[in-house]
């Protein structure tokens, strides 16, 4: 690997392949270079690097993807390297899983992602056409020849090294380097892609492994907002919020940032810039926590309509009954969140769960064989509810939060199924159909629309 001044980018991932995706963090951040709480080197002495992520509304047509161009131009003409990451064009992802799925009720995997790989590739070579058109070098990368590389885990492969020698090369012959977002490469050379919303993730890796100076997400809100605009008119664009802050309310739902791309910038220390492509506004920026003096009330409200439901009455209450649930869900690979059991009468519980919508076609049947292996009464499913949420770090140490929104949703008549919490966080599942009314409620209740 050349560069002087550079981190050592390259070193190889401590994460096994084979053995998994092993939660949150490890593998996907034991690649991309040494931690370090010391400033980040930059990858040349005398210009610094920005990461810039169009997604794909920023690139959805010719004339949006001249409008990125024409930022990376001004943006190099200020001075800096430019590394471009970019979203297929539009809802390019959807309708190439529409027609996957039109092909073949469950497409492999495997040509699964290298065919989603495509709408990538698309929008970068396009930027890259675009930026030439413009009199500025430039070259595109697949994420293969960007050096990501990944585990084997098509659709949700976590990032486990990355080689940035050809990007490198390619930024000292002075070019704008566009890399396509959400997809890496297997030891093999099989493409694989990152997870839904996962090009976040593609920049946030690149920007730590080269040292960027920032790493500007692109999109089409003016930053993070207090809720979700599209439910809360009102939501109002926060300056700043810490990366655990931030990465609570992407896990539960607030898809403006990929969670595993904020748990990368908050390793690394790399600031995460939130900002509008159609405007010239200054954005959110997501970086270390304020101190607890200016922490405040609630932050933000996510929402989350990707909910189901399943309940096992009449489950006899003795040990091992959890267990014998939950092990063939895990094994099948299927992620339970709230999980609540009420008290036991005469030996007798019930046990209700939750799961994402789209996993429960998978877990239905294993519940349904484990209940009759130990004798539940009956199994239910619901796939009409959501998740409403309210975050913020001020309240671990302020009492009164959860009597709040309790009291707002009960007052909207919004009936409560089940509740989860954290030291950040409150957790209400509620009926699908209620959920903007929640949303709108809590930014009332919480005082989110002022300053
Ligand atoms: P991109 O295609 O640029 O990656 P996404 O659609 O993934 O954009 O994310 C942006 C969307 O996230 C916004 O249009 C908005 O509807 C949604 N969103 C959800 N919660 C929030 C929030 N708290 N702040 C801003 N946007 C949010
Ligand atoms: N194109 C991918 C998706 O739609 C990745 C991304 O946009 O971040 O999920
Ligand atoms: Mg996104």
């Known amino acids: 690997m050349s560069g002087e001044g550079t981190r050592d980018a390259g070193?190889?991932?401590r994460g096994d392949a084979e053995t998994g995706d092993a939660g949150t963090g490890d593998v996907e951040t034991a690649g991309i270079g040494p931690l370090s709480a010391s400033p980040r080197p930059r990858v040349s002495a005398s210009r610094p690097l920005l990461v810039q992520k169009f997604g794909g509304t920023s690139v959805a047509n010719a004339e949006r993807i001249r409008a990125a161009a024409r930022r990376m131009v001004r943006t190099r003409e200020q001075g800096y390297q430019v590394l471009a990451v970019v979203s297929a064009m539009g809802h390019t992802t959807d309708e190439l899983i529409d027609l996957a799925q039109q092909v073949c009720e469950r497409p492999d995997e495997r040509e699964l992602d290298l065919l989603l790989s495509t709408g990538e590739t698309v929008s970068a070579t396009l930027v890259a056409m675009a930026l030439k058109g413009m009199g500025c070098p430039a070259i595109s990368l697949t994420a293969a020849q960007a050096g990501i590389r990944t585990t084997r885990f098509f659709s949700r492969a976590r990032i486990t090294d990355i080689q940035p020698e050809r990007i490198r090369k390619e930024l000292a012959e002075d070019k704008v380097v566009i890399v396509t977002?959400?997809?890496g490469v297997t030891e093999d050379l099989d493409i694989t892609t990152l997870g839904r919303g996962g090009s976040d993730t593609s920049a946030v890796a690149l920007a730590c492994a080269l040292g960027a100076e920032q790493c500007e997400i692109y999109t089409d809100v003016v930053g993070v907002l207090t809720a979700d605009p599209r439910l809360e008119p009102r939501a109002r664009k926060l300056d700043r919020i810490s990366y655990e802050e931030m990465l609570e309310l992407a896990q539960l739902g607030a898809k403006v940032m990929h969670p595993r791309?904020?748990?990368l910038g908050e390793l690394y220390g790399m600031p995460i810039v939130v900002r509008s492509s159609f405007a010239n506004t200054p954005g959110t920026v997501i970086c270390r926590g304020e101190g607890m003096e200016v922490r405040k009330n609630v932050r933000g409200i996510a929402h989350d309509t990707d909910v189901a439901k399943i309940t096992l009455?009449?489950?006899?209450?003795?040990?091992?009954?959890?267990?014998?649930?939950?092990?063939?869900l895990a094994e099948a690979g299927i992620s339970v969140d709230t999980i609540v059991q009420t008290a036991s009468i005469d030996g007798i519980t019930d046990l209700s769960f939750t799961v994402s919508g789209s996993d429960l076609t998978r877990s239905f049947p294993l519940v349904q064989q484990v209940a009759s292996r130990i004798g539940a009464a009956t199994v239910d499913a619901a796939d009409d509810l959501a998740k409403v949420s309210i975050?913020?770090?001020g309240m671990q140490s302020a009492p009164?939060?959860?009597?709040?929104?309790?009291?707002?949703?009960?007052?909207?008549?919004?009936?409560?199924?089940?509740i989860t919490t954290s030291d950040i966080r409150i957790t209400c599942i509620i009926q699908r159909a209620q959920v903007q009314q929640a949303v709108q409620t809590l930014h009332a209740a919480f005082e989110l629309d002022r300053e």
């Open 181 to 183: 977002g959400f997809q």
């Open 400 to 418: 009164g939060y959860a009597a709040r929104m309790f009291g707002a949703l009960s007052e909207q008549g919004i009936n409560i199924n089940m």
């Open 313 to 328: 009455a009449g489950v006899p209450d003795r040990p091992g009954i959890a267990y014998a649930i939950f092990a063939p």
């Open 11 to 13: 070193t190889r991932g």
């Open 391 to 393: 975050v913020g770090t």
């Open 261 to 263: 791309a904020v748990e």
